[in-house]
T-cell receptor, first 113, second 112 residues
Framework: GAGVSQSPSNKVTEKGKDVELRCDPISGHTALYWYRQSLGQGLEFLIYFQGNSAPDKSGLPSDRFSAERTGGSVSTLTIQRTQQEDSAVYLC???????????FGQGTRLTVV | AQSVTQLGSHVSVSEGALVLLRCNYSSSVPPYLFWYVQYPNQGLQLLLKYTSAATLVKGINGFEAEFKKSETSFHLTKPSAHMSDAAEYFCAVSGSARQLTFGSGTQLTVLP
């Protein structure tokens, strides 16, 4: 999607390894979200960053998942000790907040083997 | 708390026929409502949004949706389906929570 670049586009990793997924948004959007899209679970909210406020981590499924946003721009989602159930498409989105729409990246397809 | 229910995980229509994708929402505050479309192996693209202005919202590609508070619905319609409309459609709500809450999606198939 325009304005949000995610890398890598595809990632295959072995069970138990750590992975880092990157989201690189255009500047000017204060809110950044991570979602997970998997078969049978639909689109799940993971974490939300808004400006300098503490992130809303309420959607993270376990303590193996963490995310940070540096300088109010680039964000990295880290999954430690990956499990097969972590296989999904991880989507990053940016927004001006409130009633403004979210713009989504193309996603990173993670496959844990 | 907020939630979205999309009735029908799969909808098939003939080319040229009316498209109707159903969405009902629950929100403890006046909601903002969105429809997104996802084509295969792509991210989500906004079709339209409702933000408490006009209840009938027009979006891209000939789609529109009507906000009906009494029915807590925000159904998506298009008068005449095109083959290129085949995709998965997601209804979403944001309100008291900053993040979007999505429905489970409706896969639209357009038959020739």
């Amino acid at each position: 999607g325009a304005g949000v670049s995610q890398s890598p586009s595809n990632k295959v990793t072995e069970k138990g390894k750590d992975v880092e997924l990157r989201c690189d948004p255009i500047s000017g959007h204060t809110a950044l979200y991570w979602y997970r899209q998997s078969l049978g679970q639909g689109l799940e909210f993971l974490i939300y960053f808004q400006g300098n406020s503490a992130p809303d981590k309420s959607g993270l499924p376990s303590d193996r998942f963490s995310a940070e946003r540096t300088g109010g721009s680039v964000s990295t989602l880290t999954i430690q000790r990956t499990q097969q159930e972590d296989s999904a498409v991880y989507l990053c989105a940016i927004s001006g907040g409130g009633d403004t729409e979210a713009f989504f990246g193309q996603g990173t397809r993670l496959t844990v083997v | 708390a907020q939630s979205v229910t999309q009735l029908g995980s799969h909808v098939s229509v003939s080319e040229g026929a009316l498209v109707l994708l159903r969405c009902n929402y629950s929100s403890s505050v006046p909601p903002y409502l969105f429809w997104y479309v996802q084509y295969p192996n792509q991210g989500l693209q906004l079709l339209l949004k409702y933000t408490s202005a006009a209840t009938l919202v027009k979006g891209i590609n000939g789609f529109e949706a009507e906000f009906k508070k009494s029915e807590t619905s925000f159904h998506l319609t298009k008068p005449s389906a095109h083959m290129s409309d085949a995709a998965e459609y997601f209804c979403a709500v944001s309100g008291s929570a900053r993040q979007l809450t999505f429905g489970s999606g409706t896969q639209l198939t357009v038959l020739p």
